[in-house]
């Protein structure tokens, strides 16, 4: 098993101790914070362990910087491969030019003995017009001797062979100007495609060279990185130094975690020793908690009706400071009740007289699920990875969260969905395949403190799924309806629901297209 780096291993730690915080803060069980203790108590000692691991560890004996550094020679080798094959290419273009240039003289010395031939072609043509259209006189057998006459027609027949075969060297030239045309053109072609190749091959083997002095420019980085890797690790304690504090930590941790239960034990001992010892304590904390429901009750709806015999409009909102008195004072008896059988009936009145705040517009619920999650009014739980729902949506409330006017009171406890990550130290916006950010290195967490590589994916439970397609529908956004509605028919085919409101997605979607025809 290869070591982790000494940076990446305090990462991970300072993430995960990161994320713990805020889930060790939100619990309130003794037994889930210690379950939670324990699990990180396990976390550092093997953090502990990779940490001694890493101050042996030469990263110079590591697979990777072999295989880089034989990744580099290889380049070199085909970088000096290429360059050949390039000044190749480049001899192979110039013989081809040089051919072309050669081309284009035949045709030029072709044209002229052509333009010459038509030129003498002409000339014969003018003699033979002009003895033509000489008058002939009557020559008679007595003033004119045969052999004359045998001469001109000599010489007409000598003509007119001659015109016939300036004709047909004419044609022939012809013939062959068209020909050297085609091979030309041909030539042209073969030419322009060569130099095709050679630009494409010329740009790929410029993109290698770009590719290999990005490459030589990471391993300069890494040769850095390395050496101040182990100026650090020079710096770093001993083995027995980490032994000796990892067995101190060790037999603390066990004391803590022995004195812990020894506290839990007796503290439940002392509980129950109280309740059987002093039962009319506990009624008669029971009938002051009612005593204190029914006061604010009765002052909650007294409000009430001075507010609406003075007021001339229906509703009405109270005051902020009335309004966190009352809201705090509530909660708080639920939150104490919840889970308290006996006081089922006092929990109940205290949740039923906090829905008469929110009735009476006191205080205003904050919206969540479909809508973007706000640090300032939302508190994550938990949080989860998809790719088909907008960033940061809410998906699932699990407390609901009170303001009072611009105050707030009480925020509202989500379930978030994430698919787009910014880095949380730097602002920095990431790739989807990346887990640490690039500019600063940090691991990038959601904002329940999870880290990326860790986020479940969006859960399948059917009813909370069912409302936010519900809030995606009323809010126009079809897309995300029907993606969402895709991924629940996967674990619910045949569902009622989901058919009702795929067809209702169905139907608004043709009526889209359609008004857009």
Known sequence: MKSLAFDEIVRNLLVYLKGQVPSLSSKEAKDDVLRQVQSMTFTLRSTIVQLEGSAYHDPRATEDYIKLEHELEALKNTNAKLEESLFMEMNKIQDTSDKFLNYQDELLKKQKTEAALIEQVDQLKKEIENLLSKPVSIITNTTVDESVYEDLKADISDLETRLNKGEETIHQLRQALQNKDVELSKGKEALMEAMKMDKSEIDSLKNQLAEISAARNENSILRTRISELE????????????????????????????????????????????????????LLEKEQMQQRIVDLEATLRSVIKSREANTKSERFSFAPEECVYLFETLSTTANRLAQSPENRDVYS?????????????????????????????????????????????????????????????????????????????????????????????????????????????????????????????????????????????????????????????????????????
Request: aromatic content about 6%.
């Open 231 to 282: 100026g650090e690790l020079s710096v770093l304690p001993s083995a027995d130094a980490y032994r000796n504090n990892m067995a101190a930590y060790e037999a603390k941790m066990s004391y803590m975690e022995k004195a812990l239960v020894e506290a839990q034990t007796e503290a439940m001992k002392l509980r129950t020793t109280v309740a059987r010892a002093n039962p009319e304590a506990a």
């Open 349 to 517: 009145r205290a949740r039923d007289s906090i829905a008469i705040l929110e009735k009476s517009n006191a205080i205003q619920r904050i919206l969540t699920i479909g809508e973007t999650f706000d640090g300032k009014q939302h508190k994550a739980a938990k949080a989860f990875k998809n790719d088909f729902l907008p960033d940061n949506v809410i998906i699932k409330e699990e407390g609901p969260g009170f303001v009072s006017g611009n105050r707030l009171i009480q925020k509202a406890v989500v379930w978030v969905g994430k698919s787009v990550f910014n880095c949380t130290e730097c602002f920095n916006a990431c790739r989807p395949h990346e887990y640490f950010c690039p500019k600063c290195g940090l691991e990038l967490t959601a904002p329940d403190g999870t880290s990326k590589r860790d986020m479940p994916p969006h859960p399948t439970e059917l009813e909370p799924n069912i409302l936010l397609l519900d809030k995606l529908i009323d809010q126009g956004n079809l897309k995300a309806a029907s993606a969402l509605i895709a991924y629940i028919s996967r674990e619910y085919p045949g569902n009622v629901e989901l058919a009702k409101r795929q067809s209702l997605l169905s139907s608004a979607e043709r009526t889209f297209i359609t008004s857009d025809e």
